[in-house]
C-alpha cells in the first residue's frame, strides 16, 4: 500500500477522517495587553496551538509587533476547517524578548484563550477574554478573532508599492517608511490586509511584493473602498503619520493598465493648517498580477461531467464464485467485497453524471462464445455499448455476469486504463472543460502487467482522467505503492514521468469497519484535486468563464 495510505490508517484504526471541505483565514488583533516591560510596552506576538491526538501542537506565529498594548497583527492563520470534527485551537499571547521565531521559551506569557474553529466560523468575529494559566482573566485583555471562507475566493492578487517624496520626520536622519494597507468593511471598520517590511533612511523606498487572497483584499467585492496609511517607523511603538490614499482593487486595476497607478499621501491635519500644502508624498503602484484560481465546485457548477467506469476482476484467483470463500460469492445477505466497493463509490460520482450511465469492464476470464481470454470486456456483453443503467444496472450485469463467464487470467489492467484513456483523448481535443473520466479498477491482486500498466498511466496523466484502484481480499499489496505517485513521481519503462499524479491505491481491508460514506470520501479524496490540476495546467476555466488572466507589469514612472 502507499505511503500515504499508511498516514491516513494510522490516524485512527478502522476510522476514516471525512475530507476537509474548505480552508479559513484567521485574523488576530487584541485589546489592553498587560504591560511586561519596566521602560518600555509589550511587544506582543500571537502563538496558534491546534489539539491534535491528545496534545497541543503548534500551528504558526503572527509578526512581533513592538511596545503596543493594542496590536492588529498582519500575519493570517490558514486552516482547513472540517464541518465533523471540532477543532480546539488555543491562541496564546506572549511579550517577545528577542527575535521574532517559532519558539516563545523565553518569552513572558500575556494571556490565552481556548475555543474551536467551529465558533469561530459560526461567530465570523469573535471576542474573548485573556487568561492566565491561574486560570484568572489577564486584567482587560482581550484577543479578537476574525474568519474568512476563502474556499470559494476567485484567485489572488501580487502587489507592490513604492513612494517618492515623502515628508521627513526626522530631524537627524530620513523617515523609516512602512506602507499598511485596509480594507473597510460595511460597518466602516478597518481591517487590515498587509503591513509592508520598514524601510530604513528612505523618502522613496520601494517595498517588497506581497500576494493575498481577493477575499482577503477586498472580500471579492472590487469596488469596496482600500484605504492606505503611511507611517515613519519609532522603535518605542509612537509611529509618526505621514500620510494616507483611498482607492478600491477596481480602481487600481484601471490606473495600472493606463500606467496612472498612484496617488497622493495626504496628511489631513497639514492640510487644514498650511495654505499651499498639496501632499506628503506620492504613494505607486509599482506591480500587479491577478491570478483566477478556479475549484473543483466551479468547474462541476460549470457543467462539467463525471464519467464513471468501473473494471472488475475476473482472474482465477478469487475463487469459484459458487464457493462461499470465493472473493466473488454472492451472498444472499451481505454484498462482497466488490460490490461493496463499486456501491460507495459509485453512489458519490453518479450524481455528477447526468445521463447517469455507467460503463462496467471486466478482465482476465474467458468469455463467450469462443471463450477466448478478455482484458477490456463488456460484463453485459454489449461491445457496442458498454454502459448500465445507474449503480444497480452495474450491479445486476455484475451478478448476471459470473455464471457466464470463467474465471482466469492474467491480471492485465492496462487494457481497461487504454480503453478509457481513448475517450478522454477524444474530450481533450475539444478544449473545454466539459466530462471528466474516473476508472475504479477492483482487483485482488498486484497487476502481472506492470510495465505496460505504468507505460498506460504515464499517458493517461495528460488526459482529463483519474485512475482508483481498490485491492480486495488479503493479499500482499506491497509492489502496488510504485503506482501511487505518493512515493514519488510515476514514469514509464522508458523513462518518462507521469504530468499529474493520477492514481489512488486503496487496500479494502482497512476500510472493512468503515461506513460506506467514509470510504468513498477516502477513495474519492484526491480525485477534487486532480481534476482542477488538469484543467488548470491546460489553462482551461470552467464552461461560460474567459480564459485564465494574468496581468504583470512594471508600474508608472513619474
Not at 498594548?69 to 482547513?80: A, D, Q, R, W
Not at 481470454?373 to 448500465?388: G, W, Y
Not at 471528466?436 to 497487476?447: A, E, H, P, Q, S
Not at 513521481?489 to 489512488?504: M, T
Amino acid at each position: 500500500m502507499s505511503a500515504g495510505w499508511d498516514r491516513r490508517a494510522a490516524a485512527a484504526p478502522g476510522v476514516v477522517p471525512a475530507p476537509c471541505a474548505s480552508k479559513v483565514e484567521l485574523r488576530v488583533s487584541c485589546r489592553h495587553l498587560l504591560d511586561r516591560d519596566p521602560l518600555t510596552k509589550s511587544d506582543p506576538s500571537v502563538v496558534l496551538l491546534l489539539h491534535s491526538q491528545g496534545r497541543w501542537v503548534q500551528v504558526d506565529r503572527t509578526e512581533v509587533v513592538g511596545s503596543c498594548l493594542h496590536p492588529t497583527f498582519s500575519k493570517v492563520f490558514t486552516l482547513e476547517y472540517c464541518f465533523a470534527e471540532a477543532q480546539k485551537l488555543r491562541f496564546e499571547v506572549y511579550d517577545s524578548q528577542g527575535a521574532s521565531g517559532l519558539s516563545c521559551q523565553d518569552d513572558d506569557f500575556l494571556g490565552g484563550m481556548e475555543c474551536t474553529l467551529g465558533q469561530i466560523v459560526a461567530q465570523k468575529k469573535m471576542t474573548r477574554a485573556l487568561s492566565l494559566r491561574s486560570g484568572r482573566n489577564a486584567g482587560k485583555s482581550t484577543i479578537t478573532v476574525t474568519a474568512e471562507d476563502i474556499s470559494t475566493n476567485s484567485g489572488f492578487v501580487e502587489l507592490a508599492f513604492r513612494a517618492q517624496k515623502l515628508d521627513d520626520k526626522d530631524v537627524f536622519s530620513k523617515s523609516d517608511p512602512f506602507l499598511e494597507l485596509y480594507r473597510v468593511n460595511e460597518d466602516q471598520s478597518r481591517q487590515l490586509v498587509h503591513r509592508t517590511e520598514v524601510v530604513k533612511d528612505d523618502l522613496s523606498p520601494k517595498w517588497e511584493p506581497f500576494k493575498v487572497s481577493l477575499n482577503s483584499l477586498c472580500s471579492g467585492d472590487e469596488t469596496r473602498p482600500l484605504k492606505g496609511l503611511v507611517w515613519d517607523h519609532d522603535a518605542r511603538g509612537k509611529h509618526d503619520f505621514i500620510g494616507e490614499f483611498t482607492t478600491t482593487f477596481a480602481e487600481m486595476q484601471r490606473a495600472f493598465r493606463g500606467g496612472q497607478a498612484q496617488w497622493e499621501c495626504v496628511n489631513a491635519k497639514y492640510k487644514r493648517r498650511k495654505r499651499h500644502y498639496k501632499n506628503s508624498g506620492v504613494v505607486i503602484l509599482a506591480e500587479l498580477k491577478c491570478s483566477r484560481v478556479h475549484s473543483f465546485l466551479d468547474y462541476v457548477m460549470g457543467g462539467c461531467q463525471i464519467h464513471f467506469t468501473v473494471a472488475i476482476d475476473f482472474t482465477a484467483s478469487n475463487g469459484d464464485p459458487r464457493n462461499s470463500c470465493s472473493l466473488h460469492y454472492i451472498h444472499p445477505f451481505q454484498p462482497n467485497e466488490y460490490l461493496q466497493a463499486l456501491l460507495a463509490v459509485g453512489e458519490v460520482c453518479q450524481d455528477y453524471d447526468s445521463d447517469k450511465r455507467f460503463s462496467a469492464l471486466g478482465f482476465g476470464a474467458r468469455i463467450p462464445p469462443k471463450f477466448e481470454v478478455s482484458h477490456d470486456f463488456a460484463i453485459n456483453f454489449h461491445p457496442e455499448d458498454d454502459r448500465c443503467e445507474g449503480i444497480q444496472g452495474v450491479v445486476q450485469a455484475y451478478q448476471r455476469c459470473l455464471p457466464r463467464v470463467q474465471l482466469y487470467g492474467p491480471t492485465n489492467v492496462a487494457p481497461v486504463i487504454s480503453k478509457v484513456a481513448r475517450l478522454a483523448e477524444a474530450e481533450e481535443r475539444t478544449s473545454e472543460a466539459s466530462q471528466y473520466f474516473i476508472l475504479l479498477i477492483l482487483t485482488d491482486g498486484v497487476v502481472t502487467d506492470m510495465a505496460d500498466t505504468r507505460e498506460a498511466i504515464v499517458r493517461a496523466s495528460r488526459l482529463p482522467m483519474s485512475v482508483i484502484i481498490v485491492g480486495v481480499g488479503n493479499a500482499d499489496f506491497t509492489d502496488m505503492q510504485v503506482l501511487d505517485g505518493d512515493a514519488g513521481v510515476l514514469r514509464s519503462p522508458r523513462g518518462e514521468p507521469a504530468l499529474r499524479d493520477i492514481v489512488q491505491f486503496v487496500p479494502f481491508r482497512e476500510l472493512k469497519s468503515a461506513s460506506p460514506a467514509a470510504l468513498a470520501k477516502c477513495v474519492l479524496a484526491q480525485v477534487p484535486r486532480q481534476v482542477v490540476e488538469y484543467y488548470s495546467h491546460r489553462g482551461l476555466p470552467p464552461r461560460g468563464l474567459g480564459a485564465h488572466t494574468q496581468d504583470s507589469r512594471s508600474g508608472p514612472t513619474p
